[in-house]
Nanobody, 127 residues
Framework: QVQLVESGGGSVQAGGSLRLSCATS????????MGWFRQAPGKEREWVAT????????YYAGSVKGRFTISQDNAKNTVYLQMNSLKSEDTAVYYC????????????????????WGQGTQVTVSS
């Protein structure tokens, strides 16, 4: 049973930074890719970033590109999301997600492209 556990959320003022972590346990194979999504109050969950485990290739939503950085520590089975220059509109519950097997065949930036999800961590940015 794969478990993804997020940590590092909290409250910060606009312009500040936070680093989220997502620790993976219970996996018998290396993930194909991992990503971060977020859901703001009253809005649908949206994709934030994806990292391909093997190549290290990264992809970002336009709203966070240049401010957020996704990275991984394969030795620790952990993925990070460094968030800089935070804005009030970044306030949301942030979810870690992963795909461990199978070829989805589509872009790794939709909910359907991921099989496993964490419980989420709250990020609140005050202006």
């Amino acid at each position: 049973q794969v478990q993804l556990v997020e940590s590092g959320g909290g409250s910060v003022q606009a312009g500040g930074s936070l680093r989220l972590s997502c620790a993976t346990s219970g996996a018998t194979v290396i993930s194909i890719y991992m990503g971060w999504f977020r859901q703001a109050p009253g809005k649908e969950r949206e994709w934030v970033a994806t990292i391909f485990t093997g190549s290290g290739g990264t992809y970002y939503a336009g709203s966070v590109k240049g401010r957020f950085t996704i990275s991984q520590d394969n030795a620790k089975n952990t993925v990070y999301l460094q968030m800089n220059s935070l804005k009030s509109e970044d306030t949301a519950v942030y979810y870690c997600a992963a795909r461990f097997s199978g070829d989805y065949g589509g872009a790794a930036k939709t909910e359907a492209a991921f099989d496993d999800w964490g419980q989420g961590t709250q990020v609140t940015v005050s202006s």
